[in-house]
């Protein structure tokens, strides 16, 4: 069974960094992209970062590029996403979901994980 587990999420200051961690079982990391999304409140789900299984290319919304970085760990089964320079507007769910790039990309996967908050606030 495809499980994705999300953590560290939580409440930070303008400026300041979180890692989000994106823990799968149930299936083997190396063969399938993965993605971060995310929802604020009244507002639609946006993709904020990929990294694809063949090559490891990142992808990454505008509004995040210089400041977010992902990357995963094949050996612990493990995606992460490094947030720096956090600004009110990132605050959101966040979710890690997973499936082909092409998948991922369209912001279509089939697979997600239950999300974890980010407050930025000061």
């Known amino acids: 069974q495809v499980q994705l587990v999300e953590s560290g999420g939580g409440l930070v200051q303008p400026g300041g960094s979180l890692r989000l961690s994106c823990a799968a079982s149930?299936?083997?990391?190396?063969?399938?992209?993965i993605g971060w999304f995310r929802q604020a409140p009244g507002k639609e789900r946006e993709g904020v970062s990929c990294?694809?299984?063949?090559?490891?290319?990142?992808y990454y919304a505008d509004s995040v590029k210089g400041r977010f970085t992902i990357s995963r760990d094949n050996a612990k089964n493990t995606v992460y996403l490094q947030m720096n320079s956090l600004k009110p507007e990132d605050t959101a769910a966040y979710y890690c979901?997973?499936?082909?790039?092409?998948?991922?990309?369209?912001?279509?996967?089939?697979?997600w994980g239950q999300g974890t908050q980010v407050t930025v606030s000061s």
């Open positions: 990294i694809s299984s063949s090559d490891g290319s990142t």
């Open positions: 149930g299936f083997t990391l190396d063969y399938y992209a």
């Open positions: 979901a997973t499936d082909t790039i092409g998948a991922v990309l369209a912001g279509t996967p089939d697979y």
